[in-house]
C-alpha cells in the first residue's frame, strides 16, 4: 500500500513594532511504489518591511515625458511629510502557500516531477506613484518646500495577489562512455493576479487612490514577467574537466506607460539566452573557470512608447530616440547583451 511521511512545523515570531505571528509548515509525501509518488505542502509567513522601505529616505532629479526636470522625495515611512498626507504605518506582509506535486521514477536515472502551487500574500509592500505638491493643502505643500521636492512617493501596504504555477522537470543522467553527463529540462507556468482591493481610506486628504496605485501598477505585477520559462540544462564531466551549457526560453511580457486616454501597452517577445561554463581542476585546490553569459547577445526590444523612453533632456540630450532605448522597469534578461569572463579559485 505504499508509505507516508507527513513532517510539520510551528514557529511564533514578535518583531518590535509588529504583532506576534504564528506561522507553520504541513508537509507529506506518499511513495505508492517505487515508481509513483506523491507530495504536498500547506504553509504560512509572514514578511517584516525590509529597513529601507522604512527608512529610506532621498530627493533624485527626474525628467518628465517633455525633458523638465523635478525633485522628487521618497519619503520614509516615518517621516512628518508621511504622517501630514496619513500615509500609514507600514505592516509586515501576509502569505499563505499550497503545493500538490508528482514524482515518476521510470528508470533508476529519469525523474519526472510535476509540483502545481499557489501563493496568496496580503498587503504587499509596493513603491506608490508620485504625488504632485500642487494638488495638496497648504501644510504638506510647505513640507514639500522644506525638502526641497515639488513630488514624493512613499512605500505603502498595497494590493492582495494571488499566483498561480506550475512546474515540470525532467532529468536524465544517461550512460556515455566518456565521463558522466547530467542533463535536465524544466517548464514554468506562472500567473500572477491582484486579488484585493487598494483599501487605503482618507489618504492625502482626499485624493484619489489611482493616484497611488494605477492601471499600470497592476500591469506591473500581472504582464511585466514573462509568464513562461523553459531552461534545458547539460552537465558533463571528465576527469579534471567540467562543462556547463543551459538554453533558456523566455516567455513574451508586457510593457505600459501612461494612464487614461493615454495608457500604451508595447508587447516583448519570447527571447532565447544562452550561457556556458568550462572549469579546469588544476590541483584539488585550484579551479580555473570560463564562462559565457548570453553568448549569442540576445537584447530585449527598444522602446516604442514615447513616454517610456522618457522624452529629452533639454540641452543635454536631444535625441529623437529619448534617453531610455530600453524598458527601465522590466528587463527579465538584461539589456548588456553578452558578457565574458574568467576565474581562479583558491580553496584553503
Request: net charge negative.
Amino acid at each position: 500500500l505504499g508509505s507516508l511521511m507527513v513532517s510539520g512545523a510551528l514557529r511564533l515570531e514578535d518583531y518590535e513594532g509588529f504583532d506576534e505571528v504564528l506561522s507553520g509548515r504541513l508537509s507529506g509525501f506518499f511513495e505508492i511504489n517505487s515508481n509513483h509518488a506523491l507530495r504536498g505542502t500547506l504553509g504560512n509567513g509572514f514578511r517584516a518591511p525590509s529597513m529601507h522601505q522604512l527608512y529610506f529616505n532621498n530627493v533624485s532629479t527626474q525628467f518628465d515625458n517633455a525633458g523638465i526636470a523635478s525633485e522628487t522625495l521618497t519619503s520614509r515611512n516615518y517621516s512628518a511629510m508621511a504622517r501630514a498626507l496619513g500615509v500609514p504605518t507600514l505592516k509586515e506582509e501576509n502569505v499563505i502557500n499550497v503545493s500538490l506535486g508528482y514524482v515518476f521514477t521510470p528508470a533508476p536515472k529519469i525523474t519526472l516531477t510535476l509540483d502545481a502551487y499557489q501563493i496568496d500574500i496580503d498587503d504587499r509592500i509596493i513603491l506608490s506613484n508620485q504625488v504632485a505638491a500642487v494638488a495638496l493643502d497648504s501644510e504638506p505643500q510647505q513640507i514639500f518646500a522644506n525638502a526641497g521636492a515639488t513630488k514624493a512617493q512613499f512605500f505603502i501596504n498595497g494590493p492582495d495577489t494571488r499566483m498561480r504555477g506550475l512546474d515540470v522537470v525532467a532529468e536524465w543522467s544517461p550512460q556515455i562512455s566518456h565521463g558522466t553527463l547530467e542533463t535536465k529540462l524544466a517548464w514554468n507556468m506562472t500567473e500572477t493576479e491582484v486579488t484585493g482591493h487598494f483599501r487605503l481610506q482618507g489618504l492625502l486628504n482626499g485624493l484619489s487612490q489611482d493616484l497611488l496605485f494605477n492601471e499600470r501598477d497592476r500591469d506591473i505585477i500581472e504582464a511585466w514577467q514573462p509568464e513562461e520559462r523553459i531552461t534545458l540544462s547539460a552537465n558533463w564531466k571528465l576527469n579534471r574537466f567540467t562543462v556547463q551549457g543551459d538554453v533558456n526560453r523566455y516567455g513574451s511580457y508586457l510593457s505600459s506607460e501612461g494612464s487614461g486616454n493615454n495608457y500604451v501597452t508595447q508587447n516583448h517577445d519570447a527571447a532565447y539566452i544562452v550561457n556556458t561554463r568550462l572549469h579546469f581542476d588544476v590541483s584539488p585546490s585550484i579551479r580555473l573557470s570560463f564562462w559565457g553569459d548570453n553568448i549569442t547577445d540576445q537584447y530585449p526590444e527598444k522602446n516604442i512608447i514615447s513616454s517610456a523612453r522618457s522624452g529629452t533632456i533639454k540641452g543635454i540630450v536631444d535625441s529623437p530616440n529619448g534617453v531610455f532605448q530600453y524598458s527601465r522597469r522590466t528587463a527579465p534578461y538584461g539589456f548588456n547583451g553578452a558578457f565574458w569572463g574568467m576565474s581562479v579559485k583558491h580553496s584553503f
